[in-house]
Each structure stands twice: as structure tokens, then as C-alpha cells.
């Protein structure tokens, strides 16, 4: 989700610089390790940068970590949404002979900077609210506003710098799809559904916050994973 706003990573290429002047300073801080506590651990992108930023809020505002927020869904939860978007991903490929169609973006919408051939096979993607129940649906919702009370409560000062206002989510706010101070990229949110071949090629999101949720456990799949740059 996002508001109109700059994305981070425009602002991380900034980073480098700031870091090696910060340095050429007497007295300057020195550099900080990735930071965790029972509920989140930060991963350095870019580690230099990173570790010259003040706090874990900082490096995520410049593109330079990523927050992985522990316990985030429950096993039932993740069972539940991978269940639905597995029977719509068996839809899809029985339909479609086993390929994604490139579905038409509405007139004046923005895409995703991503490279995607006519047919996808290995991967199919829709929007929450073509792939997924009412129920799912709601569901998401709930898993993205805990994504961002989350947030809220251990980093306070990472969303009003990504966002520049406070989101009211806690004062009786309780849809993040449907909040009217957020931008989705179209399509979004979404379910990816991947099998043997299935890859998303590199892209850049230009949203001020990505949420990942991996659905399926670590154990029921071999390869994947998602890189990240900076």
C-alpha cells in the first residue's frame, strides 16, 4: 500500500553519499548492526547504508533494509489462502491451457515496471478479489492492517515517513483496501501462485511499502525465494 508519494528506493540512491560524508565527520556514530527483537528482524540490502542509518525505521524508509515480522500469519490462516488460490490457480490453467493471460489494465491506470510475456507458465497472479472469496478477502485485509498496527507500534516513526500522515488504524480504521488515504498499484493486492518453471521476473514495485506473505511452509517446496536490491 501506498500513498502518492516518492518511492524509497529513489530516495536510496542517495544513501552511498550521505554515508561517506557522515563518515568524513569527527565524532560520527559508529556503524550499528541489523536489529531484532521477539517480533521482527531487520535484514540489511544494503549493509553499508544500512548500518549507517539511525534506526531499523530509517534504513527501511531509504530502500536500504527489509523488516521480516515473525508469527505475522497463523499456519490456519496461510492454509486458508492457499487453499483458494490454489483451486483458482487449477482454474486458470485448466482454462487457459496451463499459461497466464496478461489480463487489460483499465484506461489510465499506471503497470507494474515488470517484464511479463503473453503466457506465464509456472506462475499465475490476480487480484485478491478475482482469486479469492469474500471471506479470503476480508481475511487479507485483516493480515494487512496487522502488517501495519505492527509497524505502528514497534517502528512509530516509519509510517508517517513513508506515508507523510498517520493511517488512523487504530482509531476505528479497520480496512487498509479499501482506506481512502492509500494507493494500490492496480491489480494489487494480489495472490501469486507458483509451480515447477514458475518465476516473477525483477522489477521495481514504486510503492513507498511492499507487504511479502509466503503462503506455503518452507518445507512443502524447493527453490523460490525473493531478491532484493538497493
Not at 110 to 127: F, I, K, Q, T
Not at 150 to 167: K, S, V, Y
Request: net charge negative; proline share 7%; hydrophobic share 40%.
Amino acid at each position: 500500500p501506498s500513498q502518492r508519494t516518492s518511492s524509497p528506493r529513489t530516495r536510496a540512491a542517495m544513501a552511498p553519499q550521505v554515508w561517506a560524508a557522515a563518515h568524513q565527520q569527527p565524532g560520527a556514530a559508529e556503524a550499528r548492526p541489523a536489529a531484532s527483537n521477539a517480533a521482527w528482524s531487520e535484514a540489511f540490502v544494503n549493509g553499508s547504508s544500512a548500518a549507517a542509518a539511525a534506526t531499523p525505521a530509517a534504513a527501511v524508509a531509504q530502500g536500504d533494509s527489509l523488516l521480516v515480522l515473525h508469527g505475522l500469519a497463523s499456519s490456519d490462516e496461510c492454509d486458508v489462502l492457499r487453499s483458494e488460490a490454489a483451486q483458482f490457480a487449477r482454474s486458470e490453467r485448466d482454462t487457459n491451457d496451463e499459461c497466464r493471460i496478461k489480463r487489460p489494465r483499465p484506461l489510465g491506470t499506471m503497470r507494474l515496471e515488470v517484464s511479463v510475456s503473453e503466457h506465464a507458465p509456472g506462475h499465475v497472479r490476480a487480484p485478491i478479489s478475482e482469486m479469492l472469496s469474500p471471506a479470503g478477502q476480508a481475511l487479507c485485509d485483516r493480515l494487512l492492517r496487522r502488517t501495519l498496527l505492527l509497524l505502528q507500534r514497534e517502528h512509530p516513526d516509519l509510517l508517517p515517513e513513508l506515508f507523510g500522515a498517520t493511517l488512523g488504524l487504530d482509531m476505528g480504521q479497520h480496512s487498509v483496501t479499501q482506506h481512502p488515504g492509500l494507493v494500490f498499484t492496480p491489480g494489487e493486492p494480489a495472490c501469486n501462485v507458483y509451480s515447477e518453471g514458475g518465476e516473477f521476473a525483477p522489477h521495481q514495485d514504486r510503492q513507498a511499502l511492499t507487504v511479502l506473505l509466503t503462503l506455503s511452509s518452507c518445507d512443502a517446496f524447493e527453490g523460490g525465494g525473493t531478491g532484493f536490491w538497493s
